[in-house]
């Protein structure tokens, strides 16, 4: 044995004969702090609005003025170019 049997506890017998190689499993990477899907925008118009995601192609709807709306996080780089809509955060 010149691997000290670790390379025979990666094969699995099978019935039959037959064998299946099996790996192990990867090793833990590191921890990612949690980055929500999702931006809030309020919109600041007199009127209400729907507007088009540019990346998902989502509607959103901004019912009146002071209206907040969660966003998909893809869709924040277009929606910051509209004139009336600002990103905040949803407790102000």
């Known amino acids: ?3 000290g049997g ?4 990666f094969h699995t017998p099978e019935r039959g004969g037959t064998w299946r190689v099996t790996q192990p499993p990867p090793p833990p990477g ?5 980055k929500p899907s999702f931006v809030y925008f309020e919109y600041t118009g007199r009127t ?7 990346a998902t192609g989502q509607r959103y709807r901004f019912a009146a003025s002071g ?3 969660a966003v998909d996080r893809r869709d924040a780089g277009s929606l910051s170019a509209v004139p009336g ?3 905040t955060n949803l407790g102000r």
């Open 67 to 69: 209206a907040r709306v």
């Open 1 to 3: 044995m010149c691997c």
């Open 48 to 54: 209400g609005m729907t507007v088009l995601g540019g």
């Open 85 to 87: 809509l600002r990103m």
């Open 6 to 9: 670790k390379r025979q506890s």
């Open 30 to 34: 590191p921890r990612r702090a949690f």
